[in-house]
């Protein structure tokens, strides 16, 4: 009987290295992987073991620095504040106020630019998960607060709160032309330009409104006043008689 040729076996692929850790200090390690592993999954699938694998830290290295991935993003954005604030341009202090945010907001996305899968997986993330985009509302807040100082534009009190957030708005709404734009951007500037200016309309109402109690108090003393010299006037004149 012949026998059956002996089929070839299957070659198998080598199987894919292991993408070396990140290179820094243990925090910089560990933001560093994040972002790339979120570029790559969702942001709710990323473990705490695997960021600590991905970066070469320990999990204990990794507690002493970060307690949760929303921490991790934090940071992350902080730093994105230093490095927009580091990069201040000193020509632009004779520069309106409006082109001012202008500059220091393209100089973020600028920073953003190498993250952008990792945005765009965020931004599907918080669509579909309330308690994130809250979480990442509040995040987006306190960095525009910076943006807002950076720019010579008041951001504290309640007027600076309602700024921020509404700058915090205007960011997320440029984000998402940003992420499919090319390189040359073109889509993001004139998105950029457009809501600041909505954002310069506001600001302008948002004055008007503040006038509006200011006005009512300066009114309600000069009223009180009238109303005690009123009165002493009374009491003069009671004395007077007697």
């Given amino acids: 009987m012949a026998r059956k040729a002996a ?31 979120l570029a790559e999954q969702s942001i709710e699938t990323i473990s705490l073991s695997a960021i600590a694998e991905r970066s070469g830290v320990s999990l204990a290295d990794f507690r002493g620095e970060f307690g949760s991935t929303l921490d991790i993003l934090a940071a992350h954005s902080k730093e994105l504040d230093r490095q927009v604030l580091a990069g201040m ?14 500059d220091v907001l393209m100089r973020r996305l600028d920073l953003l630019t190498p993250h952008k899968e990792a945005i765009r997986s965020l ?5 579909r ?10 995040m987006a807040v306190r960095s525009q607060q910076w943006m807002l ?6 951001a504290s009190g309640p007027k600076g709160m309602v700024r921020a957030q509404g700058l ?5 709404n440029v984000l998402r032309t940003w992420i ?23 600001a302008g109402l948002l ?36």
């Fill in 7 to 37: 089929r070839p076996k299957a070659r198998r692929s080598p199987a894919k290295p292991a993408a070396p850790p990140p290179a820094g200090t243990p925090r910089e390690k560990i933001i560093a992987a994040f972002m790339e592993m």
């Fill in 123 to 127: 931004l599907r993330s918080a669509r």
């Fill in 180 to 202: 499919d734009d090319d390189e040359d951007q073109t889509r993001t500037l004139a998105a950029l330009d457009s809501q600041l200016a909505r954002g310069q309309r506001f």
């Fill in 207 to 242: 004055d008007e409104l503040c006038r509006i109690p200011e006005a009512a108090c300066a009114f309600r003393e000069r009223l009180r006043g009238a109303r005690r010299s009123a009165r002493y006037g009374r009491d003069a004149d009671d004395r007077l008689v007697m």
């Fill in 89 to 102: 341009d000193p020509d632009l202090e004779e520069e309106s106020p409006r082109e001012r945010l202008f």
């Fill in 168 to 172: 915090a708005l205007l960011f997320a």
């Fill in 129 to 138: 998960d309330p308690p994130l985009a809250l979480a990442l509302n509040a």
């Fill in 149 to 154: 100082t950076a720019a010579g534009i008041g």
